[in-house]
């Protein structure tokens, strides 16, 4: 078990690590370039750095499967192979956004139904199970509308919500995280130790990517590749290892980010996460109403510090995302 856990984290790094130094420079050269909206002036900083996160994360799947394999441990490949597959795909499929998506100005509501294909390698494969336990409502046995009607449903919810709360350096990266990493406690708990390495290979490459290049200030933007990618990834594990509940449950500020965003479209705003900069770096709100999660942010360390900076922002919605998270795993754990 410990080669399991330890090479695919491992290579899934190495990967990282040497993919993402290349698109470094070679972002830039092919004019893979975006302006960094939370600081002053015209800082370019490279875009859609997660294609290679979802790729190297991919390598350490795929290696996890075949070190289950070739040891003959006579695992069931079926489910993590959809599960690298629906990840990969959904990195893909965020790639094209990032390049031709929000850039040339595509409708929103078409941009969502482009995500339906990310769901397909779990649909084929009917994954997960139909009985499932869901908030306020209880436990349900949803058939075959569990595989035709919800994973879909939950694999494209998960990838569009986590790309709702975005746009501040390492924001996306720690919030990927700091689900990841609950997640994989609940599963150690539950002795769902498959999970677990599955899982770790992509904790692996988002911590190359955040420590190195995403953090404050970031020399590389994730993109929706990375958005996408985890959120799907998140969503498969979800569904095959059957905790949906404690999912949406650790989606609670996304659900926050949903109402907010549809108060702005009823206000007539589409809105943007970004702050309106000031001379010295900090951050006044960009609307008079707040239309997401990082506007009531920004108001709230205003009225605590008297100003607010890009990294008071972020430390912030990372610290309600672990609340969220750690306040999930206790309602779980005492369900139990």
Known sequence: MSLELVLPGLVSAIVARTLLSWWLTAALRLGFAGRDMNKPGERMVAEAGGIWVVLSSGFGVLLYI??????????????????????????????????????????PIKRVLFTLPISLPLVAVKAGHSVVELPVIGTLDLGLAYSL??????????????????????????????LLLSASLLLVVRRNLDAV????????????????????????????????????????????????????????????ELVLFVRG???????????????????????????????LVIKLVIKLKGKCYETDAIKVIVTLQAVVCALALSATFLAV
């Open 197 to 256: 390495c599955v899982a770790l290979p992509v904790i692996s490459s988002i911590t190359v990517f955040y420590l190195l290049y995403n953090r404050y200030p970031a020399k590389m933007f994730p993109g929706n590749s990375f958005t996408y990618g985890i959120g799907a990834f998140y969503a498969s594990l979800a569904i095959y290892w059957n905790f949906e509940k404690y999912a949406i449950y650790s989606y609670a500020l996304y659900f926050l």
């Open 149 to 178: 009607l919800v994973v879909p449903a939950g694999v494209v919810g998960a990838s569009n919500a986590f790309n709702m709360i975005a746009g501040y350096n390492g924001l996306e990266a720690l919030q990927g995280l700091t």
């Open 66 to 107: 075949a070190i289950e394999v070739y040891t003959d441990r006579r695992v069931d490949v079926i489910p993590l192979l959809s599960i690298a597959l629906t990840l990969l795909m959904a990195g893909l499929l965020g790639f094209f956004d990032d390049i031709l998506g929000w850039k040339r100005g595509i409708n």
């Open 265 to 295: 479209l009823l206000d007539g705003v589409y809105k943007e996460n970004f702050g309106r900069v000031q001379a010295d770096g900090s951050l006044l709100p960009p609307y008079e109403k707040s239309y997401s999660v990082t506007h």
